[in-house]
């Protein structure tokens, strides 16, 4: 069994356990947020966990005010260049989102954006204060999904390539259907790459084709993220950085994002249950295929399920049996899936709109460091 370099964190669960930990496979199964029942599963494939993903239930205050406004909120954050992004982005902006809520009196799109835009200018402070003892953080971002319900409404926020996949019956036929909430950022997309060359009109450069694959300045494929300190600030463009991330020009605005796109939309009683990934999922497997997976099996377990499902059709496209891919060992494993991370969520109607106060807050956390 390979060891595992990470472990995940809860809190407030009544002695429902932190999950299971199975060779580089982390799962929660099954567990209950404010409007029903969710399962979570993560699966490393770098040397070291880039993925993280974190729920929480409760109040949206950070003094635990249960007389306030409620909800749940998810994330998933996948990194890239290392973890320390999504290791920032899991430590602060869920308490981000909460102050700005509390301070505006609510959820709103402005709230989210706010959070967001707080959440990178701290990473590019801690990069700022870290760089002549830990230059390459500078090259170290993540894309940042997170869904927000509460009051009835689900808001979605995403920067970078993640997904989140909505599953609603419809009366009509009674088939539950897939329905994308989430836009997405990466430059392979024609109309992503359209939206970066009109940012930087007078750089030719500014998206590259590189053995086959569209990447902003030859280097990243998503245009939006957290981090990624040496694209939006020229000072970072150069030592002690390794020369593999320098850019041979400066730049006098930042070359990527963090701002996120943003859905807003009322929950519908024939909404039955949402899906966010990482986009190593997505790799794998389609919108509606991942929908009438989690429609047609257990809610127990599910998103494991969702993730072995992956991990299969990666085997399947090596010619290869799931069971010889697990055998494979962290950084290895990289050459055949990405980190796959999962959450799904399930909304009981009957709670959704339920604004009454609730027991204990919830919080769990996969992806967590053992030597932060």
Known sequence: MVKSCWKPSVEGEDGEGSGKVDGLLWH???????????????????????????????????????????????????????????????DNLFSNLKRLAGEEGGMA???????????????????????MSKPEIASTGTCCLVGIICNGMIYIANSGDSRA?????????????????????????ETVRDEVRSKHPFDSQIVVLKHQVWRVKGLIQVSRSIGDAYLKKAEFNREPLPLRFRLAESFFKPILSCEPSIATQKLHPDD???????????????????????????????????VKAAMKEAAKKREMKLAD?????????????DDITVVVVFLNPKLTDNNSPWGSPLSIKAGWPANP
């Open 28 to 90: 929660k199964d099954l567990g209950n947020h404010l409007y029903g029942d969710f399962s979570m599963a993560v699966v490393q494939a770098n040397s070291s966990l880039e993925d993280r993903s974190q729920l929480e239930s409760g109040p949206f205050t950070c003094n635990n005010d249960n007389m306030g406004p409620q909800g749940t909120v998810i994330g998933v954050y996948d990194g890239h260049g290392g973890y320390e992004a999504s290791q920032f982005v899991t």
């Open 325 to 337: 891919l697990e055998k494979i060992e962290a950084g290895a494993r990289r050459h055949f899936h």
């Open 165 to 189: 996949v909505l599953g609603r019956m419809e009366r009509a036929t009674k088939e539950v259907v897939a329905i994308q909430l989430s836009a997405e950022h990466n430059v392979n997309i």
């Open 109 to 131: 799109e402005s709230v989210i954006k706010k959070a967001y835009r707080a959440t990178d200018e701290g990473f590019l402070s801690m990069v700022k204060r870290k760089w």
């Open 272 to 306: 039955h249950f949402l899906i966010f990934a990482s986009d190593g999922l997505w790799e794998h497997l389609s919108n509606q295929e991942a929908v009438n997976m989690v429609n047609n099996n257990p809610r127990n377990g599910i998103a494991r399920r969702l």
